[in-house]
């Protein structure tokens, strides 16, 4: 079984009276352990996937399954759920929380996960994946004392910390 598995994903904004259709019958399929890299020009629609594939948005139409679940029968709670448990995310301008730490911004997707760790267990973890991706030394930077790519190394640590069995990343090399 496919980890994801979209048939005929079509997604249509409707903009005052002008339908526009930025994805067309895409229909794809993702195992386990695959890397998959969505490429195309700006504005192709590949964050508009992207947002689909990772429960940010729904489709116009065509199905979406995770895992073997419909995602399209899932209630918003559910699907927050799955993202939360399932899924990371690395966006593109990162999303850290301005005046938090970066231990503090990659701690935050612990309190809202099911493993109900303690406090020093996700601050074990949180510290530890800081420290793989080099920022041992800058725990308690806030983003803006942190480089870009600093920054860019707390929001994939963030993405890991809940042990996802997906990790997207929007524009990954900038």
Not at 98 to 108: G, K, Q
Request: some cysteine; hydrophobic content about 35%.
């Amino acid at each position: 079984m496919k980890l994801i598995e979209l048939r005929n994903i079509v997604k249509t904004y409707q903009l005052g009276e002008i339908q526009l259709q930025v994805l067309k019958d895409i229909s794809l399929g993702i195992g386990r352990g695959e890397f998959v890299a969505l490429m195309g020009t700006s504005g192709s629609g590949k964050t508009t996937l992207m947002n689909i594939l990772g429960c940010l948005d729904r489709p116009t139409s065509g199905q979406y399954y995770f895992d073997g679940s419909d995602v399209a029968n899932l209630t918003p709670d559910k699907q927050a759920q799955l993202r939360n448990e399932k899924l990371g995310f690395v966006f593109q301008n990162f999303n850290l929380l301005p005046r938090t730490s970066a231990l503090d911004n990659v701690i935050m997707p612990l309190t809202y996960s099911g493993d109900h760790l303690s406090d020093g267990d996700a601050r074990r973890r949180a510290t530890e994946l800081l420290q793989r991706v080099g920022l041992g030394e800058r725990l308690d930077h806030e983003p803006s004392q942190l480089s870009g790519g600093q920054q860019q190394r707390v929001a994939i640590a963030r993405a890991l910390v809940n042990r996802p069995q997906l990790l997207f990343a929007d524009e990954p090399t900038g």
